[in-house]
């Protein structure tokens, strides 16, 4: 049981792992993405909500397709990174650009995502972000807002329609998560994440992912914890 929760996941839900999405294409990204979308189709018709662990965020875009494909669904974004770019070196699938290509293909709505966390180099690569409507909430303005007011402007924004959730390890402060490859000082905390995390209870989630964990870079494990 969870000390400040109350709860027990067991008690709440039924869940399992069911393992690896199979992948056949491993040099061809177009074929893997859709690998990994036809994969989720089968977890979407079964009713199931999916927390998945990449990998890299691109595979938020096949998970998106998937149960984005009735209705567009709202995100709660926690990332140092918009994730909103356009090509890169001839392809449109990669790590920097998943919630572009979801909110091109009218499974995202970017009205109803919030992107929190964001900083560092980057910048210049997110103006699909601010020209689609999506809101950005630099580290910066996350502290000066506060959790709290962060918390409720995010509800407001994605209302009560389907939202997903993406969690960038990156979004933390590399002091916490060495192992990630594009890490960003002055992130969030630990504690933070967990905080707005929680403070998400009780939305339309249908989905959520944790991706961007590379163990490598990180003998401690800390990391992943």
Same mark, same amino acid.
């Given at each position: 049981m969870h000390h400040q929760l109350r709860t027990i996941p067991a008690q709440l839900c039924r869940?399992?792992?069911? $393992?690896?999405?199979?992948?056949? =294409?491993?040099y061809d990204l177009e074929a893997c993405v859709g690998e990994i979308e036809a994969f989720f189709h089968g977890i979407a018709d079964a009713g199931v909500i999916p927390i =998945?662990? $990449?990998? %890299? !965020?691109?595979v938020s875009y096949p998970i998106l397709k998937a149960?984005? @494909?009735?209705?567009?669904?709202?995100?709660? !974004?926690? %990332?140092? !990174?918009?994730?909103?770019g356009g090509a890169f070196n001839g392809s449109k699938f990669h790590h920097g650009g998943p +919630? @572009?290509?979801?909110?091109v293909d $009218?499974?995202?709505d970017p009205e109803r995502t919030v992107q929190?966390?964001? @900083?560092?180099?980057? /910048?210049? !690569?997110?103006? +699909? =972000?601010?020209?689609?409507g999506m809101r950005v909430i630099h580290i910066e303005e996350f502290h000066e807002m506060g959790l709290q007011a962060v918390i409720a402007e995010t509800r407001r924004i994605v209302g009560n329609g389907p939202t997903y959730i993406s969690f960038d390890v990156?979004?933390? %402060?590399?002091? +916490?998560?060495?192992?990630?490859?594009?890490?960003?000082? $002055?992130?969030?905390? =630990?504690? /933070?994440v967990q905080q707005l995390l929680r403070g998400l209870r009780g939305l339309n989630i249908v989905g959520g992912d944790a991706v961007e964990v590379a163990p490598p870079y990180d003998a401690s494990g800390g990391t992943a914890l």
């Amino acid at each position: 049981m969870h000390h400040q929760l109350r709860t027990i996941p067991a008690q709440l839900c039924r869940y399992a792992d069911i $393992g690896d999405v199979p992948i056949a =294409s491993t040099y061809d990204l177009e074929a893997c993405v859709g690998e990994i979308e036809a994969f989720f189709h089968g977890i979407a018709d079964a009713g199931v909500i999916p927390i =998945s662990a $990449g990998g %890299d !965020h691109s595979v938020s875009y096949p998970i998106l397709k998937a149960l984005g @494909r009735n209705e567009p669904v709202g995100l709660v !974004h926690i %990332d140092a !990174h918009c994730d909103t770019g356009g090509a890169f070196n001839g392809s449109k699938f990669h790590h920097g650009g998943p +919630f @572009r290509n979801a909110a091109v293909d $009218g499974v995202l709505d970017p009205e109803r995502t919030v992107q929190i966390g964001i @900083r560092g180099r980057a /910048e210049t !690569h997110w103006d +699909f =972000s601010y020209e689609t409507g999506m809101r950005v909430i630099h580290i910066e303005e996350f502290h000066e807002m506060g959790l709290q007011a962060v918390i409720a402007e995010t509800r407001r924004i994605v209302g009560n329609g389907p939202t997903y959730i993406s969690f960038d390890v990156d979004g933390i %402060d590399p002091a +916490f998560t060495p192992g990630t490859g594009t890490p960003e000082i $002055g992130g969030l905390t =630990s504690r /933070e994440v967990q905080q707005l995390l929680r403070g998400l209870r009780g939305l339309n989630i249908v989905g959520g992912d944790a991706v961007e964990v590379a163990p490598p870079y990180d003998a401690s494990g800390g990391t992943a914890l």
